[in-house]
T-cell receptor, first 113, second 115 residues
Framework: QQQVKQSPQSLIVQKGGISIINCAYE??????FPWYQQFPGKGPALLIA?????SEKKEGRFTISFNKSAKQFSLHIMDSQPGDSATYFC????????????FGTGTRLQVTL | NAGVTQTPKFQVLKTGQSMTLQCAQD?????MSWYRQDPGMGLRLIHY???????DQGEVPNGYNVSRSTTEDFPLRLLSAAPSQTSVYFC??????????????FGSGTRLTVV
């Protein structure tokens, strides 16, 4: 069974700062690594995803960095805003089937003024 | 609005009762999944389906049943509710397998309390 370690558990960043969330996994047979964003009382929503044929993917203020040899990837939020305050989850495809994702335990981000 | 609809939004059950959590999507997605979310444990897969008539177990299937008679609907049945099943349940769908690029669309969740 896939093991996914996400850190930190919680994070407080000042407005305008950089938020960094890390994810490490054991093994996977597939090549799609997403991050999800969840606001209180809502379901998670796909934020950004990467395929490991590239080491970095950027969408606006959000960037994924991927290190395939280390089996790690991270989410960087540049110029963090109070509206970014949410819980973030990384996810990794299962080793046995492409139909299953294993999620990290989540990082609660608070962006202060 | 297109998306994943879950009902009910809140439910309180007594230990031993059974109930069905409903999930419907109108995006013609083949892949559907049920997750439970507990504090500090992230999202854990209960059951999933790769198409009508095809279901399989996730990492925490005990105490739950599913069926997929149509592409649109994927109900989750609690057979005999236990306090350990107190959680927030999310249904998700995708157009392709999650590991190959199928970004999930999640419902808004069902908050279940078993007393």
């Amino acid at each position: 069974q896939q093991q996914v370690k996400q850190s930190p558990q919680s994070l407080i960043v000042q407005k305008g700062g950089i938020s960094i969330i890390n994810c490490a996994y054991e093994n996977t047979a597939f090549d799609y690594f997403p991050w999800y964003q969840q606001f209180p009382g809502k379901g998670p929503a796909l934020l950004i995803a990467i395929r490991p044929d590239v080491s970095e993917k950027k969408e606006g203020r959000f960037t994924i960095s991927f290190n395939k040899s280390a089996k790690q990837f991270s989410l960087h939020i540049m110029d963090s805003q109070p509206g970014d305050s949410a819980t973030y989850f990384c996810a990794v495809p299962n080793t046995g089937t492409a139909s299953k994702l294993t999620f990290g335990t989540g990082t609660r981000l608070q962006v202060t003024l | 609005n297109a998306g994943v609809t879950q009902t009910p939004k809140f439910q309180v059950l007594k230990t031993g009762q059974s109930m069905t959590l409903q999930c419907a999507q109108d995006m013609n997605h083949e892949y559907m999944s049920w997750y439970r979310q507990d504090p500090g444990m992230g999202l854990r897969l209960i059951h999933y389906s790769v198409g009508a008539g095809i279901t399989d177990q996730g990492e925490v299937p005990n105490g739950y049943n599913v069926s997929r008679s149509t592409t649109e609907d994927f109900p989750l049945r609690l057979l005999s509710a236990a306090p350990s099943q107190t959680s927030v349940y999310f249904c998700a769908s995708s157009s392709q397998a999650a590991g190959t690029g199928g970004g999930y669309t999640f419902g808004s969740g069902t908050r279940l309390t078993v007393v």
